[in-house]
Nanobody
């Protein structure tokens, strides 16, 4: 079973940048679609972005287009999320998720099979 561990979260001023990383163990994620979701207190989990198994296809939430970039390194079994121009309303716990259907790169959390414990991102105003 795949285990996912997120890292790189922290406190940043509004307008700043952070780079999140997701490391997989217990198996290879090279055939999985990978996604990032986030959840703020009292709110539902929200789609951020996703990437197909081969990295050729990506999908972003409209709110992050042009500021966030998802990437993957199948040789290292990792997925990264570069976040620029962060906004206070993007403060949330960010989760890395894996979907066994690598071609799907879905924006629905229900389609994902594995997820990590999350990493806190706080953008202060």
């Amino acid at each position: 079973q795949v285990q996912l561990v997120e890292s790189g979260g922290g406190l940043v001023q509004a307008g700043g940048s952070l780079r999140l990383s997701c490391a997989a163990s217990g198996g290879t994620i090279s055939s999985y679609a990978m996604g990032w979701f986030r959840q703020a207190p009292g709110q539902e989990r929200e789609f951020v972005d996703t990437i197909s198994w081969n990295g050729y296809s990506t999908r972003y939430a409209d709110s992050v287009k042009g500021r966030f970039t998802i990437s993957r390194d199948n040789a290292r079994n990792t997925v990264d999320l570069q976040m620029n121009s962060l906004k206070p309303e993007e403060t949330a716990v960010y989760y890395c998720e894996a979907d066994q259907l690598g071609y799907r790169y879905s924006n629905f959390a229900r389609d994902y099979d594995y997820w990590g414990q999350g990493t806190q991102v706080t953008a202060s105003s």
